[in-house]
T-cell receptor
Framework: DAKTTQPPSMDCAEGRAANLPCNHSTISGNEYVYWYRQIHSQGPQYIIHGLKNNETNEMASLIITEDRKSSTLILPHATLRDTAVYYC?????????????FGDGTTLTVKP | SAVISQKPSRDICQRGTSLTIQCQVD?????MFWYRQQPGQSLTLIATANQGSEATYESGFVIDKFPISRPNLTFSTLTVSNLSPEDSSIYLCSGGDSTGELFFGEGSRLTVL
C-alpha cells in the first residue's frame, strides 16, 4: 500500500467546514483513497472512498486532485461529535485483500 | 455495513497469563483481520485470520505470542499469550467484504498489571 501523509492536528469551529488534507504521492493506478475516523474509545468508522472522481455521501465529500497525489476530506458543517482522529489510507479495492496500513492520522478538534 | 462484535470489551490481567478475545462477524464478511492499537498510537495489523488454516502474520508478530483461530467464516479468536505490561493495548477485530471494504469492531481494551 502507498504511504500517506497527514497533518497531526487541526482545529475547526463548530458549524464551519472542516477540510482535512492527505498526501499520497506514490499512489498506484489501481489504489483507492479511503477515509476512516476513530472517535475516542471506539473502533474506526468508514467515511468515504474514491478512485479519481470526487465523491459525496451523507457524511462527507472527498476531493481528489487530477494527478491523484493528494486529496481532501470535507465535513461541510462540523459538529462537536466530529471530533476524532481521521485516517487517510490508500489501497486496492474490489478485492478480498481488505487489510489496510494506517498512518498516524489527523486529530480534528471541533470547538464551540 | 457489516456488524462486528467483540468480547470482552475490556479486561485487566496479570502478567504471565493469557487473554482470549472473541470476534463474531455477520455473513457479509469474507476476510477477518486483527489489529493492535497501543496507547496514543495508530492501528497496526497483527494478522489475517484464515478460515480453517493458520493465520498470516505481519512482520513483528508471531503465532506463539498471538495465536489466532478462525474455525468458520464468521468467528475468530485472538489470544495474547504470556502477558506483559507492554501488551496493554486495544485489540481490534475487523472484517472485509467482497468489495474490499473494511469494518471494525469496538475493540477490546487490555490492561496488564
Amino acid at each position: 500500500d502507498a504511504k500517506t501523509t497527514q497533518p497531526p492536528s487541526m482545529d475547526c469551529a463548530e458549524g464551519r467546514a472542516a477540510n482535512l488534507p492527505c498526501n499520497h504521492s506514490t499512489i498506484s493506478g489501481n489504489e483507492y483513497v479511503y477515509w476512516y475516523r476513530q472517535i475516542h474509545s471506539q473502533g474506526p468508522q468508514y467515511i468515504i472512498h474514491g478512485l479519481k472522481n470526487n465523491e459525496t455521501n451523507e457524511m462527507a465529500s472527498l476531493i481528489i486532485t487530477e494527478d491523484r497525489k493528494s486529496s481532501t476530506l470535507i465535513l461541510p458543517h462540523a459538529t462537536l461529535r466530529d471530533t476524532a482522529v481521521y485516517y487517510c489510507i490508500v489501497r486496492v479495492a474490489n478485492t478480498n485483500a481488505g487489510k489496510s496500513t494506517f498512518g498516524d492520522g489527523t486529530t480534528l478538534t471541533v470547538k464551540p | 455495513s457489516a456488524v462486528i462484535s467483540q468480547k470482552p470489551s475490556r479486561d485487566i490481567c496479570q502478567r504471565g497469563t493469557s487473554l482470549t478475545i472473541q470476534c463474531q462477524v455477520d455473513s457479509q464478511v469474507t476476510m477477518m483481520f486483527w489489529y493492535r492499537q497501543q496507547p496514543g498510537q495508530s492501528l497496526t495489523l497483527i494478522a489475517t485470520a484464515n478460515q480453517g488454516s493458520e493465520a498470516t502474520y505481519e512482520s513483528g508478530f508471531v503465532i506463539d505470542k498471538f495465536p489466532i483461530s478462525r474455525p468458520n467464516l464468521t468467528f475468530s479468536t485472538l489470544t495474547v499469550s504470556n502477558l506483559s505490561p507492554e501488551d496493554s493495548s486495544i485489540y481490534l477485530c475487523s472484517g472485509g467484504d467482497s468489495t474490499g471494504e473494511l469494518f471494525f469492531g469496538e475493540g477490546s481494551r487490555l490492561t496488564v498489571l
